[in-house]
């Protein structure tokens, strides 16, 4: 398993735990649910950059055909 995705797997877990932590507590410490949110965020983004565009060849086809006019 290559190094990135360890990071981004641990960022996700650690995230939502810290958050799930945050929230069961009788009185809510808002400044650890929001750190913990910001972790998880980070991680999902890091793990999102790796991911293809599905839609990416589709954009250079078009299916407009342009005719070359000569002017005379």
């Not at 913990?36 to 950059?49: A, C, K």
Request: hydrophobic letters at 40%; a negative charge.
């Amino acid at each position: 398993m290559d190094i990135s995705r360890v990071i981004n797997f641990i960022c996700i877990v650690a995230g939502g735990a810290i958050a799930v932590y945050a929230q069961a507590e009788q009185k809510q410490n808002s400044y650890l649910l929001i750190g913990g949110i910001i972790i998880l965020m980070f991680g999902i983004y890091r793990t999102s950059r790796n991911i293809p565009s599905k839609y990416g060849k589709q954009e250079e086809e078009t299916f407009v055909k342009s005719e070359h006019i000569d002017e005379n």
